[in-house]
T-cell receptor, first 113, second 115 residues
Framework: KQEVTQIPAALSVPEGENLVLNCSFT??????LQWFRQDPGKGLTSLLL?????REQTSGRLNASLDKSSGRSTLYIAASQPGDSATYLC????????????FGKGTKLTVNP | KAGVTQTPRYLIKTRGQQVTLSCSPI?????VSWYQQTPGQGLQFLFE???????NKGNFPGRFSGRQFSNSRSEMNVSTLELGDSALYLC??????????????FGPGTRLTVT
C-alpha cells in the first residue's frame, strides 16, 4: 500500500528565505509525482508535475526534484514571499491497475513579512 | 479555458439524508476523479470515471457512488449521510485516463456539513 509522508508538517520562515519541503513515498511504482498548493478552504492548485522518468522540474521560483529509487521528492522555493503562505501537498499517481493519486498530509508554510 | 467547476459550493444536510454533488471538467477533459478531504484523514481517493465508466475505486463504503455523463460531467452521490461524511469533496479532471499520467486539475470543492 502506497504511503506518502511530508516533513515538516508546519514551517514558519521570514520573507526572502529559501526553503525546502520534503516528500517521501513507500512504493516506487508510480507514473508521476505532483506538487500542489492549497489555500485555506480552497481547492488545489497544481504547481509542478514530474514524470517518473524525470529528475526535476522548474517553474519560476519553484524547483521540484524526484528520486524514484529512494522514494523522495523535494520542493525548493526561492526567495519566499508572504503570498507563498499556504499548505503544500505532494501526491503520487500509483501504477498497478488501480491508478489513483495518493496524497501526503501536507506542509503548512507561513512566510512572515 | 474555464477551469473545473463544482456545484454547490456549500451544503448542509441532516444525518440519514442523501446528497448529490456535481463536477464539470475542463472542456475536452474526459477523466474525472473524486476525492474526500478531512482534517484527520487528509485527501483520499473516492473513484475515477472515464467514458461514462468507473475505472477505479477507493476504499469507501457503497453509500458513495457516482456516475459520468456523455459530456464528461460527473455527479457523486452519498446516501444515508453520517456525521463523518462532513468534508470537502474535490473533483479533478484530466484529458484522459489517470494511467495516461497527465496533470490533474482540481475544482474549488464542495463543503458538505452533516448535522
Amino acid at each position: 500500500k502506497q504511503e506518502v509522508t511530508q516533513i515538516p508538517a508546519a514551517l514558519s520562515v521570514p520573507e526572502g528565505e529559501n526553503l525546502v519541503l520534503n516528500c517521501s513515498f513507500t512504493d516506487s511504482a508510480i507514473y508521476n509525482l505532483q506538487w500542489f498548493r492549497q489555500d485555506p478552504g480552497k481547492g488545489l492548485t497544481s504547481l509542478l508535475l514530474i514524470q517518473s522518468s524525470q529528475r526535476e522540474q522548474t517553474s519560476g521560483r519553484l524547483n521540484a526534484s524526484l528520486d524514484k529509487s529512494s522514494g523522495r521528492s523535494t520542493l525548493y522555493i526561492a526567495a519566499s514571499q508572504p503570498g507563498d503562505s499556504a499548505t503544500y501537498l505532494c501526491a503520487v499517481l500509483t501504477q498497478g491497475g488501480s491508478e489513483k493519486l495518493v496524497f501526503g498530509k501536507g506542509t503548512k508554510l507561513t512566510v512572515n513579512p | 479555458k474555464a477551469g473545473v467547476t463544482q456545484t454547490p459550493r456549500y451544503l448542509i444536510k441532516t444525518r440519514g439524508q442523501q446528497v448529490t454533488l456535481s463536477c464539470s471538467p475542463i472542456s475536452g477533459h474526459r477523466s474525472v476523479s473524486w476525492y474526500q478531504q478531512t482534517p484527520g484523514q487528509g485527501l483520499q481517493f473516492l473513484f475515477e470515471y472515464f467514458s461514462e465508466t468507473q475505472r477505479n475505486k477507493g476504499n469507501f463504503p457503497g453509500r458513495f457512488s457516482g456516475r459520468q455523463f456523455s459530456n464528461s460531467r460527473s455527479e457523486m452521490n452519498v446516501s444515508t449521510l453520517e456525521l463523518g461524511d462532513s468534508a470537502l469533496y474535490l473533483c479533478a479532471s484530466s484529458p484522459t485516463l489517470l494511467a495516461g499520467s497527465y496533470e490533474q486539475y482540481f475544482g474549488p470543492g464542495t463543503r458538505l456539513t452533516v448535522t
